[in-house]
């Protein structure tokens, strides 16, 4: 099993491909904790290990030295990740160079102007978008039939990608602009609402607008990377080090790292605090927690009776879903994960919502539909742009809950039984709560 220490400053989304694949793989990866970039990749301990001084940096623990992102990534992989055959070891390099030679150069050069990092340049942004199109709807329309890149599971050009793409979803592709790639979407959240992504980024958020230039940032930035060479030049630390870092200072033309960790933190500080929708809706007497707790210890002879016993039909409503391309449905655990990642990129709605989905049929012949209830009246996705990615792939109908049919149907989904209106039977479902 891959083992060793990862030389890298905070927040570097190449890092992230080595250290979500240690995750996966269960590879013994240490982050150095008293690495500082500017001054440890710069000292000659450091340069003889690593001669460019560059991060990620990966030092095993049976004395090698690996640099670049993809290498360290792949290295620390299992076979899952890596590709179990011939053509899909091929697929996934040729996922890893497209995200660096399709994505990361147009991406860099239409964020980093915007908070802060590079100069503003109205026509190479114009051009970066362009780019960024063309990337995009490429990524969209191949993930079309598809819940992965490459395969039927997650490899390493899921994670690569998704985390060159991260610094889009996160400053420039606000709602409007994210609306044309329904199937990248999807696929995105997929990878970084996993378990493994979730214990290395944190809870993503994607971005509400686009970050707006600001023309004083750049200069702030660039006070910062000022102020650090002074302390530097100040400090009682030998000439020579002085001397080398007047001269990167001047042949540098693109700002340090750490200033895009600086910038990116600072923009996440700026952020505004999210309301729920659900915490200013009317107070009701049906205690939807109580009612979860009671589904969840109880058997459905007896918790779905206890749900029309509590249910207030005033302040909550009851919906039937329907996928709409279940055409495109293959095999069941590829279905299965659909439900699952929409249940990952909706947690912020679990405090007003309760759901049980179900796949109906077999591999290749299968069908997903579900019972949702939740607080209000009207379709709750519209209320919040962290619930848009998926629910336009379902249709959306309101029950009437005085109705018999309504409750046959709560029953059916809540007790996983029966078939759909084909006669496919019921297979496996998922509860979200």
Known sequence: MASGTLYTYPQNFRAYKALIAAQYSGAQIKVADDFVFGETNKTEEFLKKFPLGKVPALETTDGHYITESNA??????????????EIERALILQWLGFADSEILPASCAWVFPLIGIMPYNKQTI????????????????????????????????????????????????????????????????TVI??????????????????????????????????????????????????????????????????????????????????????????????????????????DESKSIPYFWQKFDPENYSIWLSHYKYNNELTKIFMSCNLISGMYQRLDSMRKGTFASCCIFGEDNNNTISGIWIWRGQDLVFTLSPDWQVDYESYSWTKLDPSKDETKELVKQYLSWTGADNEGRKFNQGKIFK
């Open 193 to 298: 609402y996993q378990p493994e992504s979730i214990s290395v980024i944190g809870a993503f958020k994607l971005a509400d607008k686009t970050v707006e230039f600001d023309p004083k940032k750049y200069g702030e930035v660039q006070g910062k990377s000022s102020k650090k060479e002074k302390k530097e030049k100040d400090s009682k630390k030998e000439v020579k080090e002085s001397k080398e870092s007047k001269k990167e200072s001047k042949a540098e033309k693109v700002p340090a790292a750490e200033d895009e960790a600086d910038a990116t933190e600072e923009a996440l500080a700026a952020e505004p605090k999210k309301i729920n929708p659900f915490a200013s809706m009317p107070k009701s007497s049906f205690d939807l927690d109580d009612f979860k707790r009671f589904y969840s210890n109880e």
């Open 126 to 189: 114009e051009r970066a978008k362009e780019d960024i199109q063309k990337t995009l709807t490429t990524l969209n329309s191949h993930l079309l039939t598809r819940t992965y890149l490459v395969g039927e599971r997650l490899t390493l050009a899921d994670i690569c990608v998704a985390m060159t793409l991260l610094h889009l979803y996160q400053y420039i592709l606000e709602p409007e602009l994210r609306k044309p790639y329904r199937n990248l979407n999807r696929w995105f959240q």
């Open 72 to 85: 360290i990534a792949y290295y620390v992989a299992n076979e899952q990740l890596r590709g179990k055959t």
